[in-house]
């Protein structure tokens, strides 16, 4: 039994317009999308870009469209799609490099806007911050992110506006807004609360669907929204 692999190919360097090229792979149970892409890579066509890294949905280099939704292909059952054609397209509003390979260099400037990283409020001590089992439950999903992208391809407000920072830094945020060892709360209120932020999301919930690892970023959005009312008419942001 034979799959057809249906992808976008398109390099910028030789001028041609960005075509589908079609694959026969041999399938077999438990293929996932990505092993079908590397059989293409091996024995078809060599000239195929695509990104990978841990085969485990972890690393989130592997997110491309499939069949119509933004996914990890590494965890992609070629069964579970129940077609016999697979199209794959890149990642949708960042500029094509090569195939499926995606500039991820606008996703991730947004990303460092909010400062991504445990600011604590008192200067280290050379010991461990310490958190309790019920505070870390606040970040509990949060941290599961992978950054893959797939949020911020569908995200129809992110293709419209690049300035907009995208569900990805929002959650990020509110990661970091959570964690009872950091002391920048408010900043990264005052970065987030703006028509570029979290009053930009039109609510539409495409990355809440999207998301391998089920976080729930319209969610995030609404409560940073609920946290910064709360700052501003308390006067912090």
């Known amino acids: 039994m034979e799959k057809t692999f249906r992808i976008l190919r398109y390099d910028p360097e030789n001028g041609q317009a960005a075509r589908f090229q ?10 996932t999308v990505l092993e079908g892409l590397y059989y293409i890579l ?5 000239t ?24 990890l292909a590494c ?6 799609l129940n077609s016999d054609v697979i199209t794959v397209r890149p990642l949708s ?4 490099l090569k195939d499926l390979v995606v500039d991820l ?31 870390r439950g606040k ?23 690049p300035k907009y920072l995208g569900p990805h830094a929002l ?10 060892r950091d002391g920048k709360s408010q900043e990264r209120l005052a970065i987030v609360a703006n028509d570029d932020g979290i009053f930009r999301c039109h609510t539409i919930f495409n990355c809440q669907q999207v998301c391998p690892k089920d976080i729930d970023p319209t969610n995030a959005i609404l409560k940073l929204r609920v946290k910064s009312f709360v700052s501003k008419l308390t006067g912090k942001i």
């Open 48 to 71: 195929l870009a695509f990104r990978s890294s841990c085969r485990a949905a972890i690393c989130g280099s592997c997110a491309m469209h499939i069949n119509g939704q933004y996914r």
């Open 22 to 31: 079609e694959y026969k792979v041999p399938y077999e149970k438990g293929l």
């Open 139 to 161: 970040i509990d999903k949060l941290v599961d992110c992978v950054l893959c992208a797939a949020c911020y391809g569908s995200c129809p407000v992110a293709s419209m506006n």
């Open 93 to 96: 509003h960042l500029t094509i």
């Open 105 to 135: 260099k606008p996703f991730f400037d947004n990303y460092k806007k909010i400062e991504p990283y445990l600011q604590p409020a008192k200067a280290g001590t050379g010991k461990e911050y310490l958190q309790s089992e019920k505070k």
């Open 171 to 180: 959650v990020a945020a509110l990661r970091f807004i959570n964690d009872s």
């Open 75 to 80: 965890r992609t059952q070629v069964s579970a």
């Open 42 to 46: 091996e024995n078809l066509d060599a």
